[in-house]
């Protein structure tokens, strides 16, 4: 049995995530979406709110547990009985930010291994940051993320 785990922020959860957790579900009998506290970035949603869209974001998929942690996500998913860390990857210049993690993880951790998947083209451009800024101005979030995650967002910038 494969258990494997998905660590970020999620500040937004967008369908890029989902689409990676998608095609890792094929692959892996277990996924830990792990939802960050501690990130070194101004959130957008408090952790409670990333873990609880995240939860329904992936309710399809039942393979798919979400929780929270602080700490190192290399710590993490070793604390979990996981010896696979899920990343995606969009760009090159994701290739170099991620290439870095993952080195300094397997310093950290010799039992720990990542694995990039890259997700579907329509989904390439996706950032959280871009997802916030086209949600504070009030743009068109179709296809970016989740029905839940679009209702919070424009919750959100109401206020």
């Known amino acids: 049995m494969k258990k494997v785990c998905y ?16 095609k890792a579900s094929v692959h892996f009998d277990e ?8 990130t070194g970035k101004n ?5 409670e709110e ?12 039942p393979n798919v547990t979400v929780t929270f942690f602080n700490g190192l996500a290399v710590e993490f998913a070793k604390s979990q009985g996981c010896e696979i860390i899920i990343r995606g990857l969009r760009a ?10 993952a ?14 998947l890259i997700p579907s083209y329509r989904y390439l451009y996706l950032s959280s940051t871009i997802i916030r800024q086209v949600a504070e101005a009030r743009g068109n979030l179709t296809d970016m993320v989740p029905e839940n995650v679009r209702i919070a967002l424009e919750n959100k910038f109401k206020q």
């Open 31 to 38: 996924i830990i979406l792990a939802v960050a506290g501690v």
């Open 7 to 22: 660590p970020g922020t999620f500040d937004p959860i967008s369908s890029g995530h989902i689409n990676i957790l998608e």
């Open 103 to 116: 080195l300094t993880n397997k310093k950290l951790e010799k039992c720990v291994d990542t694995f990039f």
């Open 43 to 47: 959130t957008l949603f408090s952790l």
């Open 50 to 61: 990333r873990t609880e869209l995240c939860r329904s974001a992936c309710a399809h998929l």
């Open 92 to 101: 090159v210049s994701d290739f170099e930010y991620e290439l870095s993690i």
